[in-house]
């Protein structure tokens, strides 16, 4: 027999074999547990905003800000001497051609004060407390750029933030870059596609993915890299802050730092979000952070 009808007749042969083993098995997910989400972080001498929305299944489809969004919820913020009761409010997202949900409150936040958030939902009461005293504004020194820096994730090009710890006291921080972004602009290796955008930039709040503490290092010159979230060119301008945030988002975004590690190195030891400032009912945090002056950074390369 012709050895190349030979090879024909075993290749048929064990493809038939190999699409007759296969079989269709249907997995029926377990019952979802939701929780809520709640995140608020008050800044001095602005409003407080809340997010509250609902946690859904990773597979569920309904992932707009609208659908996510829990409305009619009664949310309070009061420091002992006066009470704000917030509003659902919005914002329309051009980047994501939707509007954007939170409550929203209408008197300043004030220094050297301690708030309390009450949520009321239906039944469920979700309540926390949060101080801005004891937060010192840092001040940023000097701002640089490298090409290459390598972490967990690999390498990366990065911006380089130098600033001096404030003495005698525990301080958590976090980085912040605004800047305005158009259709031109790579998020994650991708264009941003929004047909809400065209040929207009608009301004985001680019904020670190990791938090920071003294510890050990107080009172020193510190430094901490940030790789951009957003693709730039020679030139491109931000305003670059770094946030002293409370212990309370410390927490929380600690927890969510370990957690994204887990799940992209198979190394490090898997992290889930614990109970927090709401207990087993919710997830997220209520807390208070100043912002240093402003540092205005251009993009070298």
């Known amino acids: 027999m012709n050895k190349s009808i030979y ?126 005293s004891n937060l010192s504004k840092a001040r940023i020194d000097s701002t640089s750029f490298t090409p290459v820096f390598k972490d967990l994730y690999g390498e990366h090009e990065g911006v380089i933030i130098y600033f001096k710890d404030v003495l005698a006291q525990t301080d958590y921080y976090r980085y912040e870059m605004v800047r305005y972004v158009d259709t031109t602009t ?34 020193l010159q510190l430094k901490i890299i940030i790789e951009p979230a957003y693709s730039h060119k020679p030139g491109t301008k931000g305003m670059v802050y770094i946030q002293t945030i409370d212990k309370n988002a410390f927490d929380f975004f600690d927890q969510l730092d370990k957690q994204k590690l887990a799940q992209f190195n198979p190394f490090v030891e898997p992290v889930f979000l614990r109970d927090g400032q709401f207990g087993s009912k919710a997830v997220g945090y209520f807390s208070a952070m100043v912002k240093s002056d402003p540092a205005t950074y251009v993009y070298p390369e």
């Open 7 to 132: 090879s024909i007749i075993i290749f048929v042969t064990a493809s038939t074999l190999f699409i007759s083993c296969e079989k269709t098995i249907t997995i029926t997910a377990p019952p979802y547990s939701g929780k809520v989400s709640i995140q608020s972080m008050l800044e001095p001498d602005s409003v407080p905003i809340v997010y509250f929305n609902r946690t859904v299944p990773y597979f569920d489809k309904k992932v707009s800000f609208a659908d996510l969004v829990i409305r009619n919820a009664s949310v309070i913020i009061s420091n002992g001497t006066s009470i704000d009761v917030l509003l659902l409010d919005s914002v329309y997202d051009r980047i994501y051609c939707q509007y954007n949900y939170y409550y929203k409150g209408y008197a300043p936040v004030q220094l050297n004060k301690t708030y309390t958030l009450t949520i009321t939902n239906g039944t469920d009461t979700y309540t926390a407390t949060a101080s801005t």
């Open 186 to 219: 790579k998020r994650a290796s991708e264009k941003i596609v929004s047909p809400c955008l065209g040929r207009d930039s608009v301004k985001v709040d680019e904020i670190g993915r990791s938090v920071y503490s003294d510890v050990g290092q107080n009172g």
